[in-house]
């Protein structure tokens, strides 16, 4: 197993280079690993140059998570951060993300800014 770039991703995701999504698709299939960068920038791509809503992606992270080729680094992090993503509406998944990893490491509250981040457990506003 390897790990993908962000453009595997997207290809594979949107199909919008027949030629570049069929490599993708060979290279997936042969085992794909997903780090927390390429899931962000993957995230960021499809809801920025894509104009993807919070449901398609939702759902795209959801397919990520239970694809039999890819192993999400992770995927009990990135489990819990869809779960507070899809539960609050006002937070975007990659604040659910940081959450979620600071979580893991121990290092709660994660300290913030952000009025809707801090109303989520684990997070203190400053």
């Not at 919008?16 to 570049?20: A, F, H, P, R, V």
């Given at each position: 197993m390897l790990a993908v770039d962000?453009?595997?991703l997207i290809?594979?995701?949107m199909q919008?280079?027949?030629?570049?999504y069929k490599k993708a698709l060979e290279v997936v299939v042969g085992g794909a690993w997903v780090s927390h960068v390429v899931l962000i920038e993957t995230f960021w791509v499809l809801k920025n140059l894509y104009e993807l809503k919070d449901?398609?992606?939702k759902k795209i992270l959801r397919i990520?998570?239970?694809h039999?080729?890819?192993t999400l680094e992770d995927r009990a992090v990135v489990e819990?951060?869809?779960l507070d993503f899809e539960e609050n509406s006002k937070v975007g998944f990659v604040?659910?993300?940081i959450l979620a990893i600071a979580r893991q490491h121990k290092k709660s509250p994660l300290l913030t800014f952000d009025k809707a981040l801090s109303r989520l457990r684990d997070t203190k506003i400053l």
């Open positions: 962000t453009n595997v290809r594979l995701v919008d280079d027949l030629k570049q449901a398609q992606l990520f998570l239970m039999e080729h890819i819990l951060a869809l604040d659910c993300l």
